[in-house]
């Protein structure tokens, strides 16, 4: 019976530090940058110390405060560390939305940029639409557009 107790008392005392271990595993400036990139914003110029002092500084902020994609070494994007990081976005499209053609991107007022991720085409002709974009199941998201009644599947491109 006490080994009992003790063995949940410890795993109570370092179930917390694994959690801080598993947070701290998001990609460093290093693992989200191409080396041009790197080189391009002048981090290559910084001492390892300041190196260390701004991943640590975007660590503390989160992977999804800053928004930065990360770059795998296949050359693919992610826009989020893991599905978890995944919420409804919901901004206008800026400026005119013509309908869906088949490989329709759009620039959102947020700053990001989709496209049409499935066939379809449909016209509209509305200007700023309000958009809600929800995380659908094995990694694609939904765009549903006001005043259209559609909504397609997109990928996010920036």
């Known amino acids: 019976m006490p080994s009992r107790v003790l063995l949940i008392a410890v795993f ?48 503390a902020k989160g992977v999804s405060d800053i928004g930065a994609p990360i ?8 826009f989020y560390a893991s599905d978890s990081d995944r919420e409804v976005i919901e901004s206008s499209i800026a400026g005119e939305f013509n309908g869906w053609n088949g ?4 620039t959102l007022e947020n700053g990001q940029v989709w496209e049409q991720a499935e066939s379809g085409r449909s016209g509209y002709h509305l200007t700023a639409p309000k958009v809600k974009i929800k995380p659908m199941s094995f990694g694609s998201w939904l765009m549903y557009v ?13």
């Open 146 to 158: 006001d005043g259209c009644g559609c909504d397609v599947r997109v990928k996010r491109i920036k």
């Open 103 to 106: 490989k329709t991107r759009v």
């Open 12 to 59: 109570l005392l370092f179930s917390p530090l694994c959690t801080v271990q598993a947070q701290s595993q998001a990609p460093t400036l290093e693992e989200r940058m191409s080396q041009d990139e790197f080189t391009a914003a002048g981090l290559d110029k910084l001492s390892p110390e300041q190196l260390k002092f701004l991943n640590d500084w975007i660590q």
């Open 71 to 78: 770059r795998h070494k296949d050359g693919t994007t992610s």
